[in-house]
């Protein structure tokens, strides 16, 4: 998810962004209508919006 990327290093903003990964990954996992790997998951997360949706109500 390009964590070296990242540019929140102050307070206690990388716990609050692990833990938003963290939840992404469990409803990535969670999924399981589509065969595929996680990166597959995220990609088609960014091109479908219908799937991104889908994955959002799994919240």
Do not use: C, I
Not at 2 to 28: F, K, T, W
Not at 30 to 52: I, P, V
């Amino acid at each position: 998810m390009n964590e070296d990327q990242d540019r929140s290093r102050l307070g206690n903003s990388p716990n609050n962004l692990a833990v938003l990964r963290h939840m992404a990954l469990n409803v990535m996992q969670k999924e399981n209508t589509t065969k595929g790997s996680l990166r597959g998951k995220f990609k088609r997360a960014g091109w479908d919006d219908s799937y991104l949706a889908k994955l959002l109500a799994l919240f």
